[in-house]
T-cell receptor, first 112, second 116 residues
């Protein structure tokens, strides 16, 4: 079985500050990991994914995430928050034909 | 079409009526998911179709909910005898999963269901 834990359902940062959204996973086999973003009143879109290879992956809008097997983590970061980053972020894990499992989501608020 | 298409985009229905929501996945995508998202809440998994395998219905909240998929194409989610608690956005997603699970999900814009 696989599961995802997102620490912090709400995160607030100041504009220009570091964004760090935490995601830990549980999987009996090496997982594939994803971050999705949902902007207000929009559908979900892929932000970035880790499948194999380099453990630091870069996504759209300056976001990146690092797969750390020893910590079973896949935290999402961005060096400098922008007002347009205000959205809800979902971490997800999958492997094989198992259904994709999503975390509960983290709402990011950016304070001017 | 280039993306996942859901219809209708909005549906208002009276309590007790049945509703049918439609999802057209991206052509060739073998995996299809339905999720429910209540106002201010995260994604609630409902059902998962993968190719010709039996669907994973473990997320359906009650026997009022059912879903079908024709081959690897259109899917319909049916809610019978709707209740006000069913009001939510229903999201469909598809994936070109090859069985490895490394393909991302492509989401539709959802159907906003309001039960009055």
């Amino acid at each position: 079985a696989q599961s995802v834990t997102q620490l912090g359902s709400h995160v607030s940062v100041s504009e220009g500050a570091l964004v760090l959204l935490r995601c830990n996973y549980s999987s009996s086999v090496p997982p594939y990991l994803f971050w999705y973003v949902q902007y207000p009143n929009q559908g979900l879109q892929l932000l970035l994914k880790y499948t194999t290879g380099a453990t630091l992956v870069k996504g759209i809008n300056g976001f990146e995430a690092e797969f750390k097997k020893s910590e079973t983590s896949f935290h999402l970061t961005k060096p400098s928050a922008h007002m347009s980053d205000a959205a809800e972020y979902f971490c997800a894990v999958s492997r094989g034909y198992q259904k994709v499992t999503f975390g509960i989501g983290t709402k990011l608020q950016v304070i001017p | 079409g280039a993306g996942v298409s859901q219809s209708p985009s909005n549906k208002v229905t009276e309590k007790g009526k049945d509703v049918e929501l439609r999802c057209d996945p991206i052509s060739g995508h073998t995996a299809l998911y339905w999720y429910r998202q209540r106002l201010g809440q995260g994604l609630e998994f409902l059902i998962y179709f993968q190719g010709n395998s039996a669907p994973d219905k473990s997320g359906l909240p009650s026997d009022r909910f059912s879903a079908e998929r024709t081959g690897e194409s259109v899917s319909t989610l049916t809610i019978q005898r709707t209740q006000q608690e069913d009001s939510a956005v229903y999201l469909c997603a598809s994936s070109s999963s090859s069985g490895q699970g490394n393909s991302p999900l492509h989401f539709g814009n959802g159907t906003r269901l309001t039960v009055t």
